[in-house]
């Protein structure tokens, strides 16, 4: 910071270069003035004396000349180290109004007003003046030195002029924890017609104070310190420390009273001067303890399984004693983690802490099971409903579904309508324009529901007819049925007439009523006399129906069909009006295309023996897709495809209550820290003040709380019948790692029901980070000092040793790999902070812990002297620089394998 900043000790008007000399209180300054004559020719020269307006001609301080203030008005936390300053827009401010140029030399004007601060019981504000209640507060600002508290700074460009207080210079600093006044006063005052300085202070600290004991208050404001200190001189007091039995507890087995005390590691704990690993007999049985773990004593594990056994009654069910690990696994005691956890007392308890944190967080817990679960409740309902209308319609489908295909399309026949084509050409229009258009014999309204209700036995017409005639299949084969062509009209009369120079017949008898536009493409086609192309002929058609009545694009696949016959062929004028005639009369896609009408008739007798395109339907295949494609036997039922488009996410398909299994971002370790602090870390309260210690965290120990917490909450999301999976985990999160490149969480264990027959705290329990493909225990470093809760954003970050450069760097390379940030930071009370790297602890000595003070405003120190050759000097020697603290990796390995 110091090398982009120039300090210069004052900024002055060039009139001061001319100054001759002071009088009352005003600088006098003579310059020479030349009158030249332009008439004449005659020229005068005379000196010109001017007196320059001085201290006594100021009476305040507009608000718009500060541009800032250290500590800011109403600051909490000012630190006791840092001199107090104000800055002004105007660069020569602080000495524009002076009279003496310098006492002591010519770099060392003195200004003209001066910053003094002090507490409230030295300051007192009355109006627009400041009242001085004791007198130590002007001893600490001797006039005689103040061209050494004003200077001027130029930074990139940016120009300000500033005012500091030396208040801290004369001892250790300002008082912590007190109420400051900071106030901007003259220097000089008006005594008896003379201009003098506002007080003064002579030999043995004899003081001549102002009259009446007030000041001219041009400029105020108020501030509180904070404890004593700053970053700097806290983190200098940081040093490594052993600590005997820290992150260990003692326990005891009071039903077994001969034994010692068992040991418990707690989450975070001491470094493990031996990673190895013990194996005895649990129930006959070898099992792994974790790391720096010893076995229990036999007579307390064959206590505790003589407690825990199950007890076996054939008349009754009998409550015992929990089994950790039965929601996951049958037989926990079939796996080493599960003989481990249930068959040592100290596993055991900490399963069980982890149960009794789940009773005492429930409530918060289960809102967030309910909230990440979201409406699966209400999908839960109408997969229900689904089933029971799905049930209901089965039954009826079984029962009443008629066995004769034709007489099943009768009955199925009016849902063709809502049922969508798919087959190429036709996709989009319905699967009753597929089969009942053009082409095709059988009418729509044979599938209509009118139909239906006309041909009931024993109702309407099929009340009164013959009993074939209500025969629904006879029906439906004859509606299917192609009728016979008409004879042609011998020579056609559309070639009489126009060899008789006469209109067509269709416009003769009053039936030409097509549109314009299709009937020049028509005349165009005819007159033309040539093949025609079905594909381009259905364009041209398409685009003069769309241009005329405005169809739908179903028009133009249809209209390829009609034309395909003529494929290749030259076309009559009767033919293409047979062509295009459905599209004149109905323009509903899904309409009766198929239906004749009073123009086709005629048109018909008019034709040149052209036989009639006619194709049945397949009347038992038609039954067929339309039953498979209404069927609610399978599971592609339709009811089974509405209901599930209503929920994202499931699958439904098995007609089963969804049940997911949730993941809670819930940090585990702060209701740990706030109900069981002790288990967190185990004796905290040896740890002293501004002590560091290497500890690591204690896997075995999370795998042993999550499962008890586990077994507790799954059981209360189950009760309270939230739609949890029953082998799901709802809780992976300790220590709150998170991924803020994918902007995701990262999981402290892996689903229970994932573990197999591993050790308990085991590399396959955890989710490894990307970084470490090793896993199991990380490096903690826990700190108690005020350090981290006066500077919550200080940097704290590891570089290794024989990286010298990254000391150097001004910002650390974490891109880089050269700084490795730590992933969890954390805080066991006011002043114990623990940070946690993915890094193995046995590791610790190839590295450095680094801190870096946090960026903050321009400060100037208080506890570095004040001997300077002016006042530009004097700031560029006490300005404060951030401060960076290193601490040797191999010394804290040391001292915590000590402890």
């Not at 010109?48 to 500590?71: F, K």
Request: net charge negative.
């Amino acid at each position: 910071m110091a090398a982009e900043l120039t300090f210069h000790p004052y900024a002055r008007s060039g009139l001061f270069e001319h100054v001759t000399g002071k009088q009352n209180g005003r600088a006098v300054v003579s310059v020479d003035l030349t009158l030249r004559d332009t008439l004449s020719g005659a020229v005068r020269a005379e000196p010109l004396v001017l007196h320059l307006m001085g201290p006594a001609d100021t009476a305040g301080l507009q608000a718009s000349a500060i541009a800032g203030t250290a500590p800011k008005p109403w600051t909490r936390d000012a630190e006791t180290t840092k001199l107090v300053h104000v800055d002004f827009t105007d660069i020569d401010l602080p000495w524009r109004y002076s009279f003496e140029l310098s006492r002591n030399g010519a770099d060392q004007p003195r200004p003209w007003l001066v910053l003094i601060t002090g507490t409230t019981e030295e300051l007192e504000l009355a109006g627009s003046m400041v009242k001085i209640k004791k007198n130590d507060v002007l001893r600490a600002h001797d006039l005689g030195s103040s061209w050494l508290w004003a200077h001027q700074m130029s930074d990139a460009g940016r120009q300000v002029s500033r005012l500091l207080s030396p208040r801290g210079l004369e001892g250790p600093g300002l008082l912590p924890n007190r109420e400051y006044l900071a106030v901007v006063v003259p220097a000089y005052a008006l005594v008896s017609g003379q201009v003098v300085d506002a007080w003064e202070v002579g030999p043995g600290d004899q003081l001549r104070a102002p009259e009446g004991g007030v000041l001219p208050a041009y400029f105020s404001w108020q501030y509180w310190t904070t404890g004593a200190g700053d970053f700097e001189t806290l983190a200098a007091q940081l040093h490594a420390v052993e600590v005997g039995g820290l992150g260990r507890a003692r326990l005891s087995y009071e039903r077994v009273p001969d034994e010692d005390p068992l040991e418990v590691r707690g989450a975070i704990t001491s470094l493990a001067a031996d990673p190895g690993l013990a194996v005895g007999p649990i129930a006959g049985v070898a099992t792994t303890w974790p790391v720096a773990t010893d076995p229990a004593p036999p007579d307390i594990l064959a206590d505790l399984q003589a407690v825990t056994t199950r007890l076996v009654d054939p008349r009754r069910k009998v409550i015992g004693l929990p089994v950790y690990g039965i929601p996951w696994i049958d037989e926990p005691a079939a796996t080493d983690w599960g003989r481990l956890l249930n068959g040592d007392p100290r596993f055991r308890g900490i399963a069980g802490l982890g149960a009794w944190l789940a009773i005492q967080t429930q409530e918060e817990l289960v809102d967030a099971a309910r909230q990440q679960l979201g409406a699966l409740a209400e999908a839960g309902q109408r997969v229900r409903q689904l089933l029971l209308g799905l049930t209901a319609a089965r039954s009826l489908w079984k029962r009443r579904l008629p066995a004769d295909p034709r007489n099943r399309l009768v009955l199925l026949g009016p849902t063709l309508d809502r049922l969508p084509a798919t087959d190429g050409a036709a996709s989009g229009v319905s699967a009753l324009s597929l089969v009942t258009g053009a082409g095709r014999s059988l009418p729509a309204a044979a599938l209509s529901t009118a139909a239906r209700r006309t041909f009931r036995p024993g109702d309407g017409i099929g009340k009164h007819a013959d009993p074939a005639c209500s025969d629904r299949g006879a029906i439906m084969d004859a509606a299917n049925a192609c009728l016979p062509a008409p004879p042609a009209t011998p020579g056609g009369l559309d070639d009489l007439l126009r060899d008789l120079g006469l209109p067509g017949l269709d416009r003769l008898l009053g039936l030409d009523d097509l549109p314009e536009q299709v009937r020049q493409v028509i005349d165009e086609v005819v007159e033309r006399g040539e093949p025609i192309g079905a594909d381009q002929l259905a364009e041209r058609l398409y685009g003069a129906l769309r241009d005329a009545l405005d169809v739908g694009d179903w028009v133009f696949p249809r209209l390829r069909e009609r034309l395909a016959p003529y494929d290749g062929n030259v076309v009559t004028r009767p033919q293409l009006i047979e062509v295009v005639e459905p599209f004149l009369v109905r323009r509903d896609p899904h309409g009766d295309h198929g239906a004749e009408d009073p123009i086709t008739g005629v048109l018909d007798h008019r034709t040149h023996g052209a036989e009639r395109r006619c194709r049945p339907v397949d009347l038992g295949r038609l039954a067929e897709v339309a039953t498979r494609a209404i069927d609610p036997l399978g599971p592609g039922a339709p009811a089974i495809g509405r209901v599930a488009a209503t929920i994202g996410g499931l699958d439904i398909t098995g007609l089963e209550p969804p049940e997911v299994c949730i993941g809670l971002n819930y940090e585990v370790w702060k209701p740990l820290r706030d109900y069981a602090k002790p288990w967190l870390l185990p004796g905290i309260e040896k740890l002293e003040a501004d002590a560091v210690v290497a500890m690591e965290t204690n896997p075995a120990f999370v795998d042993a709380l999550l499962t008890g917490l586990n077994t507790q909450l799954l059981a209360e999301l189950r009760w309270r019948n939230l739609a949890i999976a029953p082998h799901c985990t709802p809780l992976r999160w300790f220590w709150g790692n998170f991924d803020y490149r994918t902007d995701s969480r990262v999981d402290d264990i892996r689903g229970l029901h994932l573990w197999q027959d591993t050790r308990l705290g085991d590399n396959s329990h955890q989710v490894l980070d990307p970084g470490d493909p090793a896993g199991n225990r990380d490096l903690v470093m826990v700190f108690r000092t005020d350090l981290f809760r006066r500077y919550p954003s200080t940097l704290v970050y590891l570089t290794r040793q024989d990286d010298e450069g990254a000391l150097t760097l001004e910002q650390p390379d974490f891109a880089g790999r050269r700084a490795i940030a730590p992933k969890i930071k954390g805080a066991i009370g006011a002043d114990v902070t623990f940070f946690i790297f993915d890094i193995d602890p046995t590791d610790l000595p190839q590295y450095r812990v680094v801190l870096d003070e946090p960026p903050a405003e321009l400060r100037f120190r208080n506890d570095l002297g004040a001997n300077a050759a002016n006042g530009g000097a004097f700031a560029a020697t006490v300005i404060d620089t951030p401060t960076r603290v290193a601490i040797d990796g191999s010394y804290l390995n040391w001292k915590g394998l000590e402890g």
